[in-house]
């Protein structure tokens, strides 16, 4: 069975930099087509891809947030960790993670979430 | 960059077949998702690869796509298929969802 659970901070100040952590088991990041992606929900709005990255460090970055995202991996710890920079009050929202089953192709498909974390940007 | 195009809303009675669209330049080229997602909840996986179900997912649950159509097909809708629904594809090695439909069943 495939769990994933966001973590982070869930209240942040304009033009900081959030970090979140999706923490997963029931697969591993080691494993050939395996992958998570980011995608976050503003309250009351649609849902909105962030990033993937895949077990050979294969990634992809929305291009309207490429310059402020990051993605990395940490197998050891079955952690996916999500960093965007100068935070604003638009960002405000839900972060989920989610296992990307597939073959690293057009044909992958979302298949399990987290519960998400909602992270809200004032000062 | 690509858009997905979905109506914001989607009136069915109970019993009755709903359809949500999907729209986008070629879209039946690619493949689709579809998520549902009720209030407070995380989405779920309703329909992979066009027309694929989860074992978990009822198989009221339908989905096709071709031309610059995707649709998602829920027959015999039910009181609980009352959520909002998303649609989603690859474009260009990017992911792309549609802006949501709100399934209501009255």
């Known amino acids: 069975q495939i769990t994933l659970k966001e973590s982070g901070p869930t209240l942040v100040k304009p033009t900081q930099t959030l970090t979140l952590t999706c923490t997963f088991s029931g697969f591993s990041l080691t494993t050939s087509g395996e992958g998570v992606g980011w995608i976050r929900q503003p309250p009351g709005k649609a849902l909105e891809w962030l990033t993937v990255?895949?077990?050979?460090?294969?990634?992809r970055y929305s291009p309207s947030l490429s310059s402020r995202l990051t993605i990395t991996k940490d197998t050891s710890q079955n952690q996916v960790v999500l960093t965007l920079t100068n935070m604003g009050p638009v960002d405000t929202g839900t972060y989920y993670c989610?296992?990307?089953?597939?073959?690293?192709?057009?044909?992958?498909?979302?298949?399990?979430w987290g519960q998400g974390t909602l992270v809200t940007v004032s000062s | 960059s690509y858009d997905l195009t979905q109506p914001p809303s989607v009136s069915v009675s109970p019993g009755r077949t709903a359809s949500i669209t999907c729209s986008g330049d070629?879209?039946?080229?690619?493949?689709t998702s579809w998520f549902q997602q009720r209030p407070g909840q995380s989405p779920v996986l309703v329909i992979f690869?066009?027309?694929k179900r989860p074992s978990t997912i009822p198989a009221r649950f339908s989905g096709s796509n071709s031309g610059n159509t995707a649709t998602l097909t829920i027959s015999g809708t039910q009181a609980m298929d009352e959520a909002d629904y998303y649609c989603q594809a690859w474009a260009s090695r990017n992911v792309v969802f549609g802006g949501g439909t709100k399934l209501t069943v009255l």
């Open positions: 989610a296992h990307i089953s597939g073959y690293n192709s057009p044909a992958d498909w979302f298949d399990t």
């Open positions: 990255i895949y077990w050979n460090d294969y990634n």
């Open positions: 690869q066009n027309n």
């Open positions: 070629k879209l039946g080229d690619k493949y």
